[in-house]
C-alpha cells in the first residue's frame, strides 16, 4: 500500500495526497509488474459507496483513492481529520503534468472517454506539450459488453499501455474496471470521469476563481440544469444528512445490552 495517510468518512476511504504525489505513485505504478487500481471520491462517489456495496469495496480495495471534491475535504474536517485543499485535485488541473512525467519516464498512456473526437482533440493538445509522449485512444461510447468490448479490449492490450485512464462516468467506469481488469493489459486503471471533456473545453467548467473555490458543480448545474439538478442539489443535500446522522451515532457511542 502507499505511504499516505488514510481518511474514512461513512466507511469509504480516501488518501491524503497532492496532485504531484498522486502523478509520481501512478507513473512509478506503471513501470511495475503488478496492476495498480486508482479510485477517486466526491460527494457523488460517496453517495454511491452508501448505496452500492460493490462500489465501496472497488474504493476500499483500491491501490490509492485521492480526493476529487472539496465537499468531502469538508466532511473530512467535520469528523476531526487535518485536510488542506491542497489534497483536493481535479483532473484537467494536472493531466498535462501527468502527460510530462509519462514522456519523461518513457511511459505510455491510453485515453479511453468521450464522445467520438474528443480523445483525438486532447491526444492533440497533450502531444504539443509532450511530443514524444506514447499516447493512443479510443471515444467511450461502446457497447460495455460483447464484441465491441472485446474489440476494445484487444486494441488496448495491443498497445499495452502503462497506464490506462477511464472516463465513463461513475459508477460505469469502475464497474467496468473491476469487470474486465483481469483481461486488460495495463498496469495503472485510472479512472477519471468526465476529465477530456473540461481539459478540452467541450464542457465548459467555469471561471477558474470559481473551480478553485470548490465550486466547480454550480457551473455544471447552470449550464446543464435539467440533467444534473438531482445530482447536486438532492446529491449534496443527502450526503450532508449522512455525515449528520454518522455524527450522531457516533456522539451516543456503542449502545450495550444487559443480556
Not at 460517496?46 to 448505496?51: P, W
Not at 476500499?60 to 483536493?88: I, M, Q, W
Not at 506514447?134 to 461502446?142: L, P, S
Request: charged share 20%; aromatic share 14%; glycine share 6%.
Amino acid at each position: 500500500m502507499p505511504p499516505f495517510e488514510e481518511v474514512t468518512i461513512l466507511k469509504t476511504r480516501f488518501h491524503k495526497l497532492t496532485a504531484c504525489q498522486l502523478i509520481s505513485y501512478v507513473v512509478e505504478s506503471a513501470k511495475t509488474q503488478k496492476k495498480t487500481v486508482v479510485g477517486n471520491v466526491n460527494i457523488r462517489a460517496m453517495n454511491f459507496a452508501c448505496e452500492l456495496p460493490w462500489y465501496r469495496n472497488f474504493l476500499n480495495k483500491a491501490d490509492v483513492v485521492f480526493c476529487d471534491g472539496f465537499g468531502v475535504l469538508l466532511a473530512a474536517k467535520f469528523f476531526g481529520y487535518s485536510v488542506e485543499p491542497t489534497h483536493r485535485m481535479t483532473c484537467p488541473d494536472y493531466i498535462e503534468s501527468l502527460a510530462l512525467a509519462c514522456e519523461r519516464n518513457n511511459v505510455s498512456l491510453f485515453l479511453l472517454a468521450g464522445k467520438p473526437g474528443v480523445v483525438n482533440k486532447a491526444i492533440s493538445q497533450l502531444t504539443a506539450i509532450a511530443p514524444n509522449l506514447k499516447v493512443e485512444g479510443h471515444h467511450g461510447y461502446f457497447d460495455k459488453s460483447g464484441r465491441d468490448n472485446d474489440i476494445l479490449i484487444e486494441k488496448i492490450n495491443e498497445f499495452k499501455p502503462g497506464i490506462l485512464y477511464v472516463g465513463f462516468g461513475m459508477p460505469i467506469q469502475e464497474r467496468w474496471i473491476a469487470d474486465n481488469m483481469d483481461r486488460i493489459d495495463t498496469k495503472v486503471f485510472l479512472p477519471l470521469g468526465a476529465c477530456l471533456d473540461f481539459y478540452t473545453n467541450t464542457v465548459y467548467r467555469g471561471p477558474q476563481w470559481l473551480t478553485d473555490s470548490g465550486f466547480e458543480w454550480l457551473t455544471r448545474f447552470v449550464t446543464e440544469p435539467r440533467r444534473l439538478w438531482k445530482r447536486y442539489l438532492v446529491g449534496n443535500s443527502l450526503f450532508f444528512y449522512r455525515l449528520l446522522r454518522q455524527k450522531f451515532i457516533d456522539l451516543l457511542g456503542p449502545v450495550t445490552s444487559n443480556q
